[in-house]
T-cell receptor
């Protein structure tokens, strides 16, 4: 079945550091790929998405490229801020509709001033 | 414009009891999906409701059931609670009308269920 593997956390960085969170996936067909963010005490918010190979999703300085050859969708940001501290989830959809998502376990990011 | 709202925010139940969680979708949305998020894990898809019917289901036992009302709001019911049912239950809404199934999911803040 479909699965998503994220790098284990927690990840602790200083403000303005470069961020990479690795994500690889296994899926049948051609899924869309997503990054969601969960701030403390809140639900999940869509951060960015990519729907086909070589697409780059970007939002709020974060970006990720859909790499079909390596089945990866790594999240990057050039300069993190304290306000980026949250849990980040990589996900894919199954069956072509976006309401049935398979998530990774999440990566906790803490950014220190 | 209110987003997805869930109630209650926290709930404590005893093993063997039954629980009902509620969700109101974002304005303009007609589809509700439910997810279970155990501590330290990613959310897992439970089921999805559209046009008052369960359309898709994940790998959850029949103890988990749901309902969607004509105003698109939804309930998640769990019977015969087990300790392992303790989790954050997330509701997500989207728009499917007209056969468009790719609108993004909007999540609520969840209901934290503790089973003792």
């Amino acid at each position: 079945g479909d699965s998503v593997t994220q790098m284990e956390g927690p990840v602790t960085l200083s403000e303005e550091a470069f961020l990479t969170i690795n994500c690889t996936y296994t899926a049948t067909g051609y899924p869309s790929l997503f990054w969601y963010v969960q701030y403390p005490g809140e639900g999940l918010q869509l951060l960015l998405k990519a729907t086909k190979a070589d697409d780059k999703g970007s939002n709020k300085g974060f970006e990720a490229t859909y790499r079909k050859e390596t089945t990866s969708f790594h999240l990057e940001k050039g300069s993190v801020q304290v306000s980026d501290s949250a849990v980040y989830f990589c996900a894919l959809n199954s069956g072509g509709s976006n309401y049935k998502l398979t998530f990774g376990k999440g990566t906790l990011l803490t950014v220190n001033p | 414009d209110a987003g997805v709202t869930q109630s209650p925010t926290h709930l404590i139940k005893t093993r063997g009891q039954q629980v009902t969680l509620r969700c109101s979708p974002k304005s303009g949305h007609d589809t509700v999906s439910w997810y279970q998020q155990a501590l330290g894990q990613g959310p897992q898809f439970i089921f999805q409701y559209y046009e008052e019917e369960e359309r898709q289901r994940g790998n959850f036992p029949d103890r988990f059931s749901g309902h969607q009302f004509p105003n698109y709001s939804s309930e998640l019911n769990v019977n015969a609670l087990l300790l392992g049912d303790s989790a954050l239950y997330l509701c997500a809404s989207s728009y499917t009308g007209g056969g468009y199934q790719n609108s993004p999911l909007h999540f609520g803040n969840g209901t934290r269920l503790t089973v003792t």
